[in-house]
């Protein structure tokens, strides 16, 4: 099985920038003859933190956001000022573009993603947060805005910023139960060295809509 099918976290050493994964790690030193030796999917820990759903279909009141919608600064924190919430280090959110309510029809679900914004997806590294989740692809928007990098966002969170990425979440539930902030206990499958791993998330409400 591929180790990015269905629900699964990008690892570290999926993207890297300048020649280089996160920390620095360079080919010359940290790449085997069949993986990376460093930043795989064995090296993410259990996750349990607390969750926070960022439903950014619901704040439009469309059921998916536009293809190629990118996902601005001003979308998540009206989503966190509509939910009365505020993100804090250690938080894990998960953003709905309501992509996911066309599974299991690839040919709705997947292509020409909408998805966070650069500016959106550097913002969110500013709070603190310890990994990123989307109910789509790639959580960035597809494609790229910028001709120099096609996933700028994988760039930014996996090389950069040193940020876990989750992808293709089912987050439907979540939003038709009004959850907005959940604990969330979530781990990979230990992969030595692979870019990715699936993982079966779990989310227990804390705080639902009034």
């Not at 010359?28 to 996750?47: H, Y």
């Not at 989503?79 to 040919?107: E, I, N, S």
């Not at 109910?135 to 760039?155: A, I």
């Not at 950069?160 to 907005?180: F, I, S």
């Amino acid at each position: 099985m591929y180790t990015h099918t269905g629900t699964h976290i990008d690892s570290l050493n999926h993207f890297g920038v300048d020649g280089q994964i996160y920390n620095g790690y360079r080919p010359e030193e940290n790449l085997g003859s069949r993986t990376w030796t460093k930043g795989g999917a064995e090296t993410i820990p259990p996750i349990i933190t607390r969750g926070v759903l960022l439903d950014i279909a619901g704040l439009k009141n469309v059921d998916c956001l536009p293809d190629s919608y990118a996902i601005t600064v001003a979308d998540l924190e009206e989503a966190l000022d509509k939910a009365g919430l505020a993100l804090q280090a250690g938080d894990v959110p998960f953003v709905r573009t309501g992509r996911m309510r066309y599974w299991p029809d690839g040919t709705k679900t997947l292509g020409n993603p909408p998805g966070l914004s650069l500016d959106a997806a550097r913002w969110l590294t500013t709070q603190n947060i310890a990994a990123i989740g989307a109910d789509q692809e790639c959580v960035e928007v597809g494609p790229s805005e910028h001709e120099d990098n096609w996933l700028p966002g994988h760039t930014h969170f996996l090389a950069e910023a040193g940020v876990p990425m989750v992808e293709l979440l089912n987050l439907e539930e979540l939003a038709k139960d009004g959850v907005q902030e959940f604990c969330l206990i979530a781990a990979p499958i230990r992969l030595r060295g692979a870019s990715g791993a699936p993982m079966r998330p779990l989310a227990m409400a804390l705080r639902k809509n009034a």
